[in-house]
């Protein structure tokens, strides 16, 4: 027996899409900026090129992003993102310590998926930081970069481009890691390709 | 969340202790002797005004005292000399009839004290122990083989305003001053075709389209000097002389967006130096005064960042290999 909810709007479907493939383009010409012409760093592109392709990409995003925002803040889909402060750390480590021993003792998921719960505590927590910590900074430390006159000149005797340089890339960072353990996590569903699926068809699949 | 905040505070913290192995060596600077510039401080203020009577004033009484006649007349802006730039520049010091003819004394001044030649740097820098720090005999010899030495009436003046002349990036508090003041030496005839064409009959250049193919050119020009791209880079001068033509300008991004930076020996070199002496690190002015795509690297950041990723690559390894022999 097979028990299908549609959890994945089209429009989650196609920003995420979009959002992937930009976030993809943006760490690649990311990296180039950052480590250009250095002799033992593979240049496998041209670093005006990389500045053209990462502002542009980052201008696409920073335009999906909005519409994330906005379409959570209007949708049904936004009530998955709302944390409950009662229970949040055992819940966490209780999905922690599913993926860390549970699920090799063929244990039950103890968080399963439903019309009102499409994401387990630690899916949320992290969809939370990312999408509604690291991304806002991201974007705005990028923008510092781009138009370095609004930046404040100095901080405590540093450079306020510099913190803003820093910043950027440590969020740049941080998000690229979360991109890894995302999508590896992604491949924790029922079976390693469902979730993908599901991101594609919408539809969210149990099978008993 | 408390991972990302450590890591954060460690890469923060990890800015103020940064080591790089390609700082530039240059001499010693020598202690500059502090003198005291100013108008009350020439002995010659006096002398001087019977020139800046007329060069120094928008206007200048042309008189015939045979006929007692006198009229008002504009003094051409070039050759205006300001006396608050005049006192507080390197020569600040002389009379004007220490490097001009007494015959200007009279006026209309002589054909002949017009033509005459004037003074070279060398004329009195040369051999000086006093001036040796700043190599005059090494920079006329990159100067001989600039560009611009081929020019007909060009000098080491045309660059070097006589009468405001200052030294700024040894001096330099301020990059960002100094840059507009070492390309407003350049843009002086680059920027002004009348200027340009008394020393050549060449179409205007316009520097604007001519460097079209530079992202950002009005940020690069505020944070960048003409000469980082033009000259040659000189290890024992602090500012190289050797002008190339423009197709042996830098042209690639990568000379400065990188670690090494060539500006760490163009730009950067007085101050990159300075630093390390006082206060133990190196790269504290490209940190503290401008920021460089691809030359602010910072090691420990990088290899934070490193190690944070290998680990999260050895766990998710770790996890699959787990999945695989539990299935
Ligand atoms: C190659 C790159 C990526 C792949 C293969 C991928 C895969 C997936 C899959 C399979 C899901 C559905 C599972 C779930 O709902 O948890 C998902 C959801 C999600 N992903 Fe990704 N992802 C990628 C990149 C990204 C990036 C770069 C971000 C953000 C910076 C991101 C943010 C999200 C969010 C917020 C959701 C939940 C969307 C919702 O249903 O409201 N993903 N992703």
Redesign the pocket.
């Known amino acids: 027996m097979s028990n299908r909810i549609y959890?994945?709007p089209v429009w989650?479907r196609i920003w995420?899409i979009i959002?992937?493939i930009l976030?993809?383009v943006l760490i690649f010409t990311g990296i180039a900026l950052r480590f250009a012409g250095q002799e033992n760093a593979v240049s496998l592109i041209r670093f005006d090129q990389a500045v053209a392709w990462h502002n542009v990409a980052a201008i696409i995003l920073t335009a999906s992003y909005v519409i994330f925002v906005i379409g959570n803040a209007i949708s049904r889909?936004g009530r998955?993102y709302r944390i409950k402060k009662e229970n949040f750390w055992t819940e966490l480590i209780a999905q922690f310590k599913f993926y860390a021993f549970g699920m090799f003792r063929k244990e039950k998921h103890p968080f399963p998926v439903n019309e009102e719960r499409?994401?387990n505590p630690l899916?949320k927590i992290s969809?939370v930081l990312?999408?509604y910590a690291g991304?806002p900074v991201l974007i705005i430390t990028g923008f510092g970069l781009l138009f370095p006159e609004i930046l404040i000149q100095q901080f405590f005797g540093i450079s306020g481009l510099l913190i803003t340089d820093v910043l950027h890339f440590s969020i740049g960072f941080i998000?690229s890691v979360?991109?890894i353990v995302?999508?590896y996590t992604?491949t924790l569903g029922q079976k390693p390709g469902t979730?993908?699926k599901?991101?594609m068809n919408g539809y969210h699949e149990e099978h008993d | 969340m408390k991972i990302a905040l450590t890591s954060l505070i460690v890469a923060l913290i990890s800015v103020i202790s940064l080591t790089d192995k390609h700082a530039p060596v240059l001499q010693e600077p020598q202690d500059e002797y502090q003198v005291e510039k100013g108008r009350e401080n020439n002995i010659f203020a006096e002398d001087n005004e019977n020139c800046l009577v007329c060069h120094g004033e928008e206007y200048y009484q042309l008189s015939d005292t045979a006929q007692d006649k006198s009229e008002r007349r504009i003094m051409p802006s070039n050759y205006y000399v300001d006396r608050d730039e005049y006192y507080q520049s390197n020569h600040w010091s002389f009379g004007c009839l220490d490097c001009h003819p007494y015959d200007f004394e009279k006026f209309p001044h002589p054909t002949s004290a017009r033509l005459e030649e004037p003074f070279h740097c060398n004329d009195c820098h040369g051999f000086d122990e006093q001036y040796a720090h700043y190599h005059f005999d090494e920079i006329t010899e990159e100067y001989n083989e600039s560009v611009h030495d081929d020019i007909e009436g060009f000098s080491c003046w045309k660059c070097h305003d006589p009468h405001s002349y200052e030294i700024t990036i040894r001096t330099s508090e301020n990059l960002e001053e100094t840059i507009l003041y070492d390309n407003n030496i350049c843009l002086e005839c680059h920027a002004n075709y009348d200027k340009f064409q008394l020393l050549s009959s060449r179409d205007e250049i316009r520097i604007v389209s001519s460097h079209d193919w530079l992202p950002n050119q009005a940020a690069h020009f505020k944070s960048v000097r003409c000469i980082e791209c033009h000259t040659e880079i000189s290890d024992s001068l602090l500012v190289a002389h050797k002008l190339r033509p423009a197709d042996k300008a830098v042209k690639r991004c990568t000379e400065c967006h990188t670690s090494n930076s060539r500006l760490l020996a163009t730009l950067y070199k007085f101050q990159s130096k300075k630093i390390r002496n006082d206060a133990g690190f190196v790269n504290g002015v490209i940190l503290n005064q401008s920021y460089v795509i691809g030359a602010n690297r910072n090691p420990a950041i990088n290899m934070l960042s490193f190690i944070i990723f290998g680990g999260v690559v050895l766990v998710i390894i770790f996890h699959i290999f787990m999945r695989l022999i539990k299935k």
Do not use: D, E, G, T
Request: glycine share 0%.
């Open positions: 959890l994945y989650i995420h959002n992937a976030f993809l889909n998955y499409k994401f899916q969809y990312a999408m991304m998000l979360f991109l995302h999508v992604c979730l993908f599901s991101m």
